[in-house]
């Protein structure tokens, strides 16, 4: 039995951390002039603090300070997109999963013909996000250059102007970016390691957090609300670029 959820209750908050920049996930929609944090975790998380009876606070941090974000405090739970990794796992808790992703390439449309998967990697230079589970595979590819970027969209940015030859990151959001982005497209990876779950990180130990955010997951999961709801209603807000 633990403070956590108790705590929250009396501030009548639950902050959460997320790194605006993975859309459909999460990311900046203009609304009148202000940029405003949208996405289906940002969903999920008004969901889960409602169920707490709390208001919910989105706090935007980079990718990589998110779960030190956890352990110091500064957030209450982080919602990005994140796989449960068992090296995560180590030092924050997981909610179960609530959606499931693989790893997708993006590359420039004038290079359809030369990359057809990671194979064609070789002697190149791939760009992935810091802190990321892509990052962590590419690194381990032999004779490809990582070349690690804090926010995904240089890395979209530099891809464009061919200072990398391709992107690696979560394959709905490499649809997303391709999708509002001319001249790029995804391929598939080929790199199976690269699949895994989507959960959400706590605290280490704030299992009345875990348990609570469980609850509005398998409710969520009965009408596969995530993937039909959550995940259309941010495609329609993402902005044209
Ligand atoms: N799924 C990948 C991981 O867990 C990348 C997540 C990046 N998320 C973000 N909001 N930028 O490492």
């Known amino acids: ?3 956590y959820l108790a705590n929250i209750k009396k501030k009548g908050a639950l902050v959460m951390g997320t790194s605006p920049d993975y859309p459909p996930y999460e ?9 405003k944090i949208e996405g289906a975790d940002i969903q999920l ?12 606070q989105v706090k935007s941090m980079g990718f990589d300070s998110l779960l030190v974000g956890l352990q110091t405090n500064k957030v209450d739970m982080v919602i990005a997109g994140l796989n449960k990794t068992p090296q995560r796992a180590k030092s924050v808790s997981f909610s179960n999963s609530y959606y499931r992703s693989g790893t997708g390439l993006i590359i420039n449309k ?7 998967s990671y194979h ?5 230079s791939v760009g992935a996000q810091v ?12 004779d490809v250059t990582t070349k690690g970027m804090e926010n995904a969209n240089d890395l979209i940015m530099a891809l464009k102007t061919n200072k990398i030859a391709a992107v690696a990151m979560d394959q709905s959001v ?6 509002h982005n001319s001249g790029i497209m995804t391929i598939s990876s080929g790199l199976h390691s690269g699949d895994s779950d989507n959960n959400i990180a706590f605290a280490k130990g704030a299992d009345s957090l875990v348990n609570s955010a469980n609850k509005t997951i398998s409710n969520l999961q009965k009408n596969n609300q995530y993937t039909k709801n959550f995940i259309p209603a941010a495609i329609n807000k993402m902005p044209d670029n």
């Open 174 to 179: 490499a649809q997303a970016y391709a999708n």
């Open 45 to 56: 998380g008004q969901q889960i603090a409602k169920n707490m009876g709390v208001k919910l």
């Open 1 to 3: 039995n633990d403070n």
């Open 27 to 35: 990311f900046l929609a203009n609304q009148n002039g202000q940029n």
């Open 120 to 124: 064609d990697l070789k002697n190149k």
């Open 131 to 142: 802190g990321s589970v892509q990052y962590d595979s590419m690194k381990k590819l032999p």
């Open 110 to 116: 004038n290079d359809k013909n030369k990359i057809k």
